[in-house]
């Protein structure tokens, strides 16, 4: 199962993301959250404490290539494997949920436009 939760800020978005990774990583044994917001807030939501929430890793930009399949479209492929990408970044959080933070915008990176 996939399941997205979008919609505008402040809307709650990441409570109710947190609140039903939890619940399904309870009745499934796990679940993979990733958190694309440029300022995420998702491990707070998911319970773990600011700092450690702070200290997680992003998946960098450099594991994947753009450019253009045979029929010119534009494509995004991944350089690593979805799992190894997983072993490396992924963070444990309480009830079975491992957290994956794709996109926050790091302090070097704010007004490079």
Known sequence: MKVAVAG????????????????LAR?????????????????????????????????????????????????VELDVTPEDIVARYGKAAPDGVTLLLIGRVEPHQAGAG
């Open 27 to 75: 009745e499934t044994g796990g679940v993979l959250a990733i958190d694309a917001d440029p300022n995420p807030n998702l491990a707070v939501s998911l319970g773990l404490d600011r700092v450690k929430a702070d200290a997680i890793e992003p998946v960098p930009h450099s594991f994947s290539h753009h450019g253009k399949n045979a029929d010119g479209a534009y494509s």
């Open 8 to 23: 505008k800020g402040g809307s709650g978005k990441t409570t109710i993301a947190g609140t039903l990774a939890r619940v």
